[in-house]
């Protein structure tokens, strides 16, 4: 009985593709690939350090924040005597500290962008 299940799955696998080619060109109008349109999510880490740069451009480009991570940095450094009583132009006598301390935000952007059907030169333009 085993020796007939084989050449009937066969059968079985080979009618169904067959089958379903008429099937998927029968639809074919009531599915229209032709003017299919694909989204495109972006993602993108922008960086704003001792409040220097605006977050607002990318929100007016329609950029969304996902999350943000807010952290201290130095902004400016200065030279300063490593022990007292040595002169600045001594070797190993200067060290670098920081002078004033700010804020670096980390922002998470998304935008999403449609991508229309290409093109009949087959160039796409993203939206």
Known sequence: MNYLKKPLYTFLALSSLLSSCTLLNKYESFFDFDNVETKVTQQEIVYIYCDEGDIQE???DGWKIIDSETEEV???WKVERSRPGCKLE???C????PDKI???V????EKETIVPKEKEDGNQEIQ
């Open 102 to 104: 700010g804020k670096q």
């Open 90 to 92: 001594d070797k190993g």
């Open 58 to 60: 990318y929100v007016d």
């Open 74 to 76: 130095p902004c400016s």
């Open 94 to 97: 200067k060290i670098s500290v």
């Open 106 to 109: 980390k922002y998470i952007l």
